[in-house]
Structures are given as C-alpha cells and as structure tokens.
C-alpha cells in the first residue's frame, strides 16, 4: 500500500499545448486528494500502471511527470546495500575461517547460505508474499549462522539451523523487520540445544598442533584433532591460552569466532560506513572489559584477564556483527546503550558464574528480548522539550 | 573557525551550482496572470474586483478585514478576465484573479512614507500590511503580524535568515549578492519596529558570495549587525533550528520563535520590506529559482506573482524532455507540479525539474529499524515510531512521542533506507490525533 | 430445608463419599506402592553391594547405613549421597568396602538433568552393550587419593573414570558428591 | 440450546472445539510430559478418565449441589478420580507414574476438566455429558499422542521406546527439553489454524 503512494502518476500536461478543461478536471482529481491529505495514505488510488512505457513514446506532446509528496531526493542507503555491505564485510573473517578450517568450513559457510535462502523462498511462496531472496537478508543470516558453527558440524544439521533460523528467527514474526530476535542466533540457538555434544566438538586450526600452547590435543596423534575452545579450556581444565593466537586465529572454536584482527577490520569497516552503531560493539566489550577486569584485580588467579574474555569466544563476532544487527537493536542512543551494558554484563555472569563456556549468543538473545521496552523507555527528549520542563520548575 | 550549527539534520547534495551565479533577470510582465486570492497563513481574502475590471499594477484586488491577513494586489496593468478556480501550485484549485495584460504599465503605489526612523511604528505596520508582505520563505506568514508580538513577549534579537538550506534554490542567495543594501535597510526598519537592538544575519557557508557582499555592507553602511556564517546543513533554515544555531536558543516545543524573545524573518521579506516603507511598492512580484537538470539554462528570475510557471521555463530555455518530476520549493518539502498553468505564488521560491537521474523510483521495504531516521531528525523525534502509529492509528502514542512537533522536513524520509514514506505516514499521524483530540473534546463537553 | 443446610449436606455427602473411594482404594493399592518402593530401594541396594548374606539397616550420624554381611563377616557398606548436579538434585547410593578405600558400586537412585546429556550418567542410548557404562565405571574405583576425571580419553590411573562428553558438568558432579559423601560418611561410621 | 445430534456432541472435541489445539486449554500437562509418546498417551488417557467420571457424576448432581458450592463440589469429585488415576498408576506402571511425577495429581487443577464440568456437565444431561467428556477427552489425548510422538521420534529418535529412525539420525535434544515442546504445539496450533482456514475458504 505505502509503496504505490509514491509512484502515483499523472499524464502531465505539456508545457506549451493547451489541453481542454474537462480533460484537465478529470486528471486533476486523484493528484489533489494526494496533496491535499498530505499522504492519501489510507486509499492511495493510483492509477494503474500503463502497460508499455510512456515517456519512451509520447514525446513532448504528453509527458509524463511523477507527482508525488515531498522529499523528492533521497538519500543513497537502501536496505539491500546494507545487507550485502555487512556480507562484504564479514568475507575477511570467512577468508580467516576459510585458511584455518579448509573446505570443510567451506562446504558449512554454503550449505548455510543455501539452506537459508531456499527457506527464506519457500516461506515467501507459503505466505504469499513477495520474494525476498534479493534484499540479502537471507544470504546474511546464513552467513552469520555458519560463522557461529564448529567447522565440522554436520552438514543435515547446519541447513536444518538455518532453516530454522530463517522460519522461526524472522519469517513467523512477519519477515524481514518484523523480528525480536536475531535470526542467525535463533538458529544457532536451536542447534546450540538440539546438538550440544556436536556444537562443542571443535577442530583445532591446521596450524595449531605447531603450537605449544595446546598441550591435550597435540599429545594424541588422532586424525581428526578435536579441542575445547580456549574458554571452554579456562572454564573445565583451568588453562589459560596467549594472547596472540586468539588475535590471529590460530585456536580451536567455530568458524567465525577465531580471528578477531579479521573480524575487527570488517567490523570497523561497518562503524566508518554507520551501518553498525558504535555504541554497541563499544559499550558491549568496554563493559566486559572493565567487568572483567575488576573481578581480574580482585582475585586473578580465579578470573581470567579481561584481554583474554575479550578475544576468546566469538565476543568480536557478536559484538560487530550480531548485536548490532539493525531489526533487533535499540534506534534510541540512550537504549543503545543500555543495550550494550546489559549484554556486557550478561556474558560475564554467563561466563564466569554460569554453566556454559561461552555466553555471546544468550547475552545477545537475552538483550534482544528487550530492545523494544527499551526502545519505549528511552524515547529521547524531542528538541524544545527540555526547556519547557525547566521553565515549569 | 567552528560553525555553529544545530544537531542531527543532515546534508543532501545541494545542486547550489547549477543557477548560484546567475544573476537575477527580471522576467517582463507577462500577458496573463492568475493570482490567487489566498497567499498566506490566517484569514482568507474575499476578491474586491469583478470580471471586466481594469486594474493598474500594485491594486489591492483581494483583501480581508482580518488581522491575520495581507491583502494581494494586481500583478500587471489589464482587464479581470475570470475570477475562477485555476490549478494552484499546492495541487488543488484555487480561486484566482485571472488579469490580462491590455497594454502599458500603470501603478499604483502605496501611501509613501518620508522618513521611516519618524514614522509612528502603527503606521509602518499598515504599510506592510498594506504591501501585502508574508513570510517569504515559503512560510506565508503575514509579516506585520510577526512584527508585533503581544506586549508581554520581550524581543531581543532579531535574526535574517539568508541560510535557504534547501538544495537547488538560489533566490535568497542571489538576492543578497545583488540586493544586499536592501535587505540590510528592510532589516533595519523591521528591527525599529520591533524595537531589538540585537541583529543576527545567518547565512549557509555554501554561498561565500553573499556571505562577502553582506559583511562588507554590514561595515560599510555601519549596521550593528553579527554575521553569523553556518554550516551547511538541512533544515538550517528551519526556525527553530536556525535560532538555535544563531543564539543556541530552544523554542520549547508548541511555542513560538517570539516566546524565546526572537524574531525571524527571510531575506526576501526584508527585500520587499525595504521596497514597501521606501519605494511605496507593494509585494507584487518576487525572486523564483528556476533551476534542476531538467532546465536547459538555469536562472533566478525576478518574476510577477501569478505568473506561470510555463512563462518562466519558455525564459529558461523550456524543460528537457527527459524531464521527470518538477516541484515548487526545494526538493526536501517542495510540491510536485503535474500543471504548467500554476502561477508563482508569494511562497514559490524556486521551481525545480529533475530528470529521472536524480530522483529514482524506488521499491519500499520493511522497516529494518536501522535509526538512520532517528539519526537525522533535528526535532529528536522516532520517527519509525510515529509513521507505524499514524499506520496503526495509535493517538495515544502519537501524543507521547510527540508527533505534533514534526516539522516535516523530510529528513527521515531522505535518510531511510527502506524507502518508507515517513513523513507522509507522520502527517497521517498528525490527522489522526487531531481527530482523535476533536473526538475526546466532544465527548467531555 | 434452608439453603445453607443444603450447602452443608451436600458438601458433607460429597466429601463422605469421596473419602470413603480413597479409602477402598488405598486398602489394596499402597501395599503394592509399597513393594515398588521396596524394590527400588533392593535393586540399588544389589547393585551397590557385592554379594552377601544379608543386609543390616545402621544409623550413625546423618547416614543411614546398610551394612552387607557375609556370614559374620562385613563386607561392605552402602549410603544414599546427594548433591546439586547441573540442573537437579542427584541422590546415589554408594557402596563402599568397609575401610571405605574402593568403591563396590554406585548408582543413581534420582536424577532430572538434561534430556540426552546429563542423563547419560543414569543411561546413555548411544551405547546399546552398556547404557550404565558410566556408573559402572566407579565399581572397584580406589577412592584415594581423591576420585578424579578426564575427558575424551581412558582413564590411566584407578582412581579416574571417563566423563561423558558433553555433559562434563554433570559428570564432574557425580564424581564431587562421591568424594565428599564418602569422606563424611567415613567420618560418621568411625564415630 | 438448540439441540445438535448427540454424536456431535463427541465430535467436536475431537477437532473443532479440540481443548488444546482451539481451547488451548489444560497446557501444563501438555507441555510437560509430552516428552515420550508413552508419557502423553498415559496423560492423556488418565485426564480422560477423571473428566468422564467427574462429567458423570457432575452432571447426575448437577441439580442437587447448590450454586454457591459448585466449584467446591467440583474440586472435591475430580480430586476424588484424581487421586484415583493418582494411585493406579502408582500401584500397576510405576514407571510411568514417576515419569509423570506431579503432573498426575496437578490433573485437578487442569482448566480443560474444570472447565468442561462448569461449561457443559452442570448443564446437560447425563448421555450428552458423557458424550461430551468422552470427545474432549478423546481430542486432547489425540493431541497430546500427536505432540508427544513428534517430540520423541525427533527428540529421542524413538517411539513408544522403539527404535525407529535411521542409524545416522542425530536427536535434535531441544525436543526433549521444555522448548521442544513450545515449538511443537506452536507448529501445531499454526498447522490447526491453516488448515481450517482453508476449510473455509
């Protein structure tokens, strides 16, 4: 309904020919209701569209011009361009991934964009909706799901996540826009519950029995070299691991949570370009940060160093990618962050007080349940409003 | 140095280039006129003359005993053809004085005024009143009403706003290269009617020519009044947002400019005050930017209300065919034109055709929620918010977040990436509380 | 009849009848709760123990022993422990020789973890030979120093089992409530 | 009331009035036991029960208990058979009764039994009551058969303990869990909805 309102359009009278009255009369009428309501926003009855294109054959005689409401320029961002600007971003990390894991993290990454996209058709056509394989979304969550899967997680698995992801994260909210929490994350979420065993079976990195920060898995020679996550290694065994392989890759976890220099050069490419607010990666890892590193100070041999908590797990890859996912994130500065510090907090509990190793996905799901109170809380002073308080007082 | 400016807004690409350094061109009088009867904000005006009137250039031909009026006068010397309903630039049919033009030019001036510094202030509000003087920024406010606040509203500053933030339009800019002492001398009377000892001049960094020629009269002729060069942002020109950017001032919101002891009026009201108090002219013709890259020659036309708009483009040369959409007013808030028959009205300040290059017909898609609206409303509104209640016929939302304090800019809709017509949606919004709020009263009495 | 009355009578009959069903009921069902109660508590009791001759109920502390005679000979002790496992309270009974250095055999008596995983220490469906393989493991386990795990290998040494993969929590908690349980339990039969 | 042939009466339990997929009545136990087939059909079974004799025997009283006390009364005749099931199942399939553990004895306070006996029992006639208790009955064991199955064929890769899919076939654990059990009867209800909306159309 609101789209057509925008391309109402009416034979336009030539600049220098005159055109009878009555003719005029009837052609004005449906571009008056429009300007006169400021939108005909409940009847727009726009005149159907005529078959070939006009303005390729009437020449001056009848032109065609559009009317429509103001503004009439418009700026350059779309919600393709997002979605396929993340996608772009988030390819040096599926690079990383891609170096580290092999095809195997390959074979994962496409079986999850596929799966997502064929969900994402097939709900359109069950709904009866337009098809919205094109907009990107689709493609992202797939994307974003497989970054968050071990890279040997079965491949029935990985399209049933992204299926899921896709029909219950985003397509029974109502589709794109419509959804409270982020797909990917519903989807890993499903698996996270439904495979618990297989979603923590890591692979360790090709490189990584070079290494002598990984004393239990090189001491077996087994073909497929499976390791915790260095979280899960802190969390069960109590071992910690340096500082350098986290930041460049080289450890066992899921396919997009291991290089955090690949994932912070796509992440900030997305804060220069505004398509993610700089509040939430910001508040969400100064606030683990700074958690973290009191109870560090108070007793360090009980809790990690808060470097540590923040290149281990996939805190880079749901601080830059998942939290700041535009659907399931505040609009309102002051939500934002609140938003941040409540997932900061909520992953250092989860972490460090909870059951699990790791605590991003839960955080971040456990905030994106209340994004739209917060959205309804923090509604911001509207310009002159402030003053008109201080006035009363 | 730092520009002041105001926050959030944003900055579309102004397209200032295409007529900033043409000059101004006064557009003969032209054979027909269509003068509408109501140019302005307030009372509307009951036409004084009748088919097969003759009537001289400067004639009150329509006017009410209202207040809150201005009276429209005859743009050229002829013969009243019709008084009838004729294509107005706002989209509906209007009633318009139809005059045409049977010959030589005779006027009829205003009472003239000798010195304006000892004239009684009742007596230069009559005269603006008289000229038929409205905002001309495109607000159509009468002026003389906005030049004499109630007593209990102390005026300290009085801002000129030359900012004409809206892309494309060079009237305002012209006019200050070219008119400089003008406008400087009808701020000056305004200011003495006013009685405000402090004078601001706010004008957009992207016309360096005006800003120049305006500071060098400033001091030259010795006026008392502070430059203040702004950064180039949409909706500078917006009351609200230029008194906050000039004095750092918030009109707090449901209250008026005056209320914060401000008073803001257009370079182009101050232009045709000059003329009006010192050459007993009336308002009868006005700066018009006929501009875009649909028009082959570009120009700032000075041209006769009621003049239409296909006179103006024969001036520049007609549109191009390829030509997509015309507007009058800027394209942020300016009105689609499906008629070349629709005159220059006292709030056209420039009409603008575009080919399809610039302004694309685009697909809507769901709200993503992305913010970008809320990152450039300057009201500090949600406007995702308000345009889903207005949708959803939420009047109670619609009050609590505030949707009467829109100024319909166009930011948010320019800003959105799904393309949503926000602010149509929010003017829906506005409709439904203002019914909402008829009903709620009616019920309580 | 007023109406009260009637509320009064009506209720009464009501409430006479029903007590009196319970109570034909429970005259030929609770002997038969009864023996299920009692079998649970046997069966545990024979999975815990080696073979004996008889089993003698002992209070001593906050324990309930049963000791399991062979002829006059003692041969072992068993005792319910219990602790908080990964999302419920696990309740074992634990066997042990009578110098309480090796275990004879443990089993879960009561556990609600999570479906699939945590449950795995009561029976694990992925191994059809031996569901119970995890508890069997603690049959004969030395208790000293302290009973330990490791994860994804063979235990090497006799006081360590295997935790089950991914479900070490409730493995780990198995193994914390054995030790604690047992050097309590020690402490109480030596008093 | 108009008067609909009886056997509509048992009917529409079944489908069109189903208490758990239209009613969406009696949800605790639903979602709670649902997690093997055997739990559900034990539930649902044992629910049908208590509703038929507490229907019979509300309906028989149904002018004999006073207004003010008929909640009361009804409390008292369902906890009766309540207890009833309660013991039976302790008595001759102590497994399940532990599997099922409070849930039985929280039948009492299921809205679906409640509710039946305020909506329908108290006001019809004896057959029609029976009729009407057998069809709730009926549809909410239906439902839950059909919950629990899907929640055990995918949670556990079995049904009524059998083994029945591939070797291959990993369980998908969060059937198991209380979200199974959620996402499950919300595919249900939707499935329900289309499915009758299409019988409209």
Same mark, same amino acid.
């Given at each position: 309904m609101t789209e057509k309102k925008n391309d109402i359009k009416e034979t336009q009278d030539p600049a220098k020919t005159e055109a009878s009255a009555e003719k005029q009369a009837k052609k004005e009428v449906p571009a008056e209701k429009q300007e006169k309501k400021g939108a005909s926003a409940e009847k727009p009855k726009a005149k159907p569209k005529p078959k070939k294109n006009p303005r390729a054959k009437l020449f001056k005689s009848e032109r065609m011009t559009i009317v429509a409401p103001a503004p009439h320029a418009k700026g350059k961002q779309s919600v393709p361009r997002i979605m396929y600007t993340v996608i772009i971003a988030l390819l040096p990390a599926v690079a990383a991934s891609i170096f580290f894991f092999g095809t195997r993290a390959m074979v994962t990454l496409m079986v999850a964009v596929f799966s997502a996209m064929v969900a994402e058709f097939a709900c359109n056509k069950i709904m009866k909706t337009g098809v919205t394989i094109d907009d990107g979304s689709a493609i992202l969550t797939g994307l974003l799901l497989a970054m968050t899967l071990p890279p040997t997680f079965p491949v029935a698995a990985t399209a049933l996540g992204a299926v899921i992801a896709i029909v219950f994260g985003k397509q029974v909210f109502g589709g794109l826009g419509a959804n409270i929490f982020n797909p990917a994350l519903i989807g890993r979420a499903f698996l996270q519950a439904s495979f618990p065993v297989k979603i923590t079976t890591w692979t360790l990195p090709a490189f990584a029995s070079s290494s002598a920060y990984f004393d239990i898995a090189t001491s077996k020679a087994v073909d497929t070299v499976s390791g915790a996550t260095p979280l899960g290694l802190w969390k069960f065994e109590g071992i910690g691991t340096h500082l350098k392989p986290l930041l460049f890759g080289n450890i066992g976890g899921c396919i997009g949570e291991t290089s955090a220099l690949a994932l912070l050069a796509g992440g900030i490419v997305l804060l220069i370009l505004k398509y993610a607010d700089w509040r939430i990666p910001l508040s969400y890892i100064g606030t683990v940060f700074l958690f973290s590193g009191a109870l560090w100070l108070i007793d360090p041999s009980r809790y990690p160093d808060p470097l540590f908590m923040i290149l281990s797990g996939g805190l880079i890859l749901g601080a830059f990618f998942m939290a700041t996912d535009m659907v399931t994130s505040p609009v309102t500065p002051l939500g934002t962050w609140i938003y941040g510090i409540g997932m900061g907090v909520m992953l250092v509990v989860i972490r460090l007080w909870g059951g699990l190793p790791e605590g991003v996905m839960y955080s971040i799901l456990f905030m994106n349940g209340l994004v739209p109170l917060l959205n309804r809380w923090t509604r911001p002073k509207y310009f002159g409003e402030i003053q008109e308080e201080s006035k009363k007082k | 140095m730092k520009l002041s400016t105001f926050k959030k807004g944003l900055h579309p690409e102004d397209y200032k280039y295409l007529s900033q350094d043409q000059a101004i061109e006064t557009l003969p009088p032209p054979d027909d006129v269509y003068i509408p009867v109501q140019q302005h904000i307030g009372t509307p005006c009951e036409p004084l003359v009748k088919k097969g009137d003759r009537v001289k250039t400067g004639q009150i031909i329509a006017d009410s005993s209202a207040y809150v009026s201005a009276p429209v006068h005859a743009t050229i010397s002829g013969t009243v053809k019709d008084i009838s309903k004729y294509y107005h630039p706002l989209g509906m049919r209007e009633t318009m004085i139809h005059i045409q033009r049977d010959g030589e030019e005779e006027w009829e001036y205003l009472e003239p005024i000798d010195d304006w510094k000892w004239t009684p202030k009742e007596k230069l509000l009559k005269t603006i009143r008289d000229a038929g003087i409205v905002g001309l920024g495109g607000a159509t406010f009468p002026t003389h009403v906005k030049l004499a606040p109630p007593d209990d509203r102390a005026i300290d500053s009085f801002i000129l706003n030359g $900012? /004409?933030? /809206? %892309?494309? !339009?060079t009237a305002d800019d012209r006019l200050m290269v070219e008119e400089a002492d003008k406008i400087l001398l009808g701020m000056s009377i305004m200011m003495h009617i006013l009685d405000v000892q402090k004078g601001y001049i706010g004008i957009e960094n992207n016309k360096p020519g005006a800003i120049a020629r305006m500071q060098k009269r400033v001091v030259e002729l010795g006026y008392p009044f502070k430059m203040v060069p702004l950064k $180039?942002?949409? %909706?500078? @020109?917006a009351e609200k947002m230029l008194i906050y950017s000039v004095l750092r001032r918030k009109v707090p919101c @449901?209250? !008026? %400019?005056m209320d914060v002891g401000v008073v803001v009026n257009n370079v182009a009201t101050a232009y045709a005050v000059a003329e009006a108090v010192t050459e007993a002219k009336p308002l009868i013709q006005r700066v018009i930017t006929v501009t875009g890259d649909g028009v082959k020659q570009p120009k700032n036309l000075m041209a006769r209300i009621g003049t239409p708009f296909k006179e103006l483009f024969n001036v520049c040369g007609n549109v191009k065919d390829n030509v997509n959409r015309i507007f009058m007013g800027g394209p942020m808030m300016g009105m689609t034109q499906y008629h070349l028959e629709s005159p220059v009205v006292k709030g056209s300040s420039g009409i603008v055709a575009v080919t399809g290059d610039l302004v694309e017909e685009l697909t809507t898609f769901p709200c993503i929620r992305c913010g970008a609206c809320v990152l450039a409303c300057p009201m500090n509104l949600l406007p995702l918010r308000l345009s889903k209640f207005g949708q959803e016929n939420m009047a109670g939302e619609l009050e609590d977040y505030g949707v009467s304090n829109c100024i319909e800019c166009g930011c948010c809709a320019f800003a959105c990436p799904a393309n949503i017509p926000l602010v149509q949606w929010i003017r829906v919004g506005k409709l439904r509380l203002r019914e909402h709020q008829a009903k709620t009263a009616k019920e309580k009495a | 009849m007023s109406n009260s009355a009637k509320i009064i009578i009506v209720l009464t009959v009501i409430t006479l009848f029903s007590g009196g069903v319970l109570a034909l009921l429970d005259n030929f069902t609770a002997p038969k709760i009864k023996a299920h109660q009692e079998e649970v508590k046997n069966r545990a009791l024979r999975a815990a123990l080696p073979d004996n001759d008889r089993v003698q109920e002992v209070t001593k502390g906050d324990y309930r022993f049963y000791a399991a005679y062979r002829g006059d000979e003692m041969v072992a002790l068993a005792f319910e422990a219990s602790g908080g496992g990964y999302q419920s309270e696990l309740r074992l009974m634990v066997g042990v020789t009578p110098d309480f250095s090796t275990i004879t055999g443990a089993v879960i008596l009561e556990q609600v973890e999570t479906p699939g995983l945590g449950t795995k220490i009561q029976e694990d469906p992925a191994n059809k030979e031996n569901p119970g393989w995890f508890m069997g493991q603690f049959t004969g386990l030395r208790t000293e120093p302290e009973i330990s795990y490791v994860k994804n290998e063979e235990p090497g040494n006799d006081h360590e089992v295997r935790a089950i993969t991914g479900a070490t929590i409730s493995s780990k908690a198995v193994v914390n409530i054995l030790n604690e349980h047992i050097k309590k339990a020690e402490a109480a039969w030596n008093e | 009331m108009k008067e609909k042939p009886a056997i509509q009466e048992f009917i529409k339990g079944l489908w069109d009035e189903n208490p758990v997929l239209v009613q969406l009545l009696g949800l605790c136990p639903t979602l709670a036991v649902t997690v093997s087939a055997e739990n559900g059909l034990a539930m649902g079974v044992a629910a049908t029960f208590v509703l038929v004799c507490s229907s019979f025997l509300v309906s028989l009283l149904r002018n004999v208990i006073p207004n003010q006390v008929r909640i009361a009364s009804y409390i008292v005749i369902i906890a009766t058979f309540v207890t009833i099931a309660d013991r039976f199942l302790a008595a001759y399939t102590p497994e399940i009764s532990k599997s099922l553990g409070p849930f039985i004895p929280l039948i009492i306070v299921n809205c679906m039994i409640l509710g039946r006996q305020e909506a329908f029992a108290s006001k019809n006639k004896l057959g029609r009551s029976l009729l009407d208790a057998l069809g709730m009955g009926a549809g909410f064991t239906l439902a839950l058969l059909v919950l629990s199955s899907v929640r055990e064929v995918l949670?556990?890769?079995?049904?009524f303990g059998m083994d029945i899919m591939w070797a291959s076939f990993s369980t998908w654990k969060v059937m198991s869990l209380p979200p199974g059990a959620f996402l499950t009867l919300g595919c249900m209800i939707a499935a329900a909805n289309w499915i009758n909306r299409r019988r409209q159309t």
């Open positions: - | $900012v /004409e933030c /809206e %892309p494309y !339009l $180039v942002k949409y %909706p500078q @020109g @449901g209250k !008026l %400019p | - | 949670g556990s890769g079995t049904w």
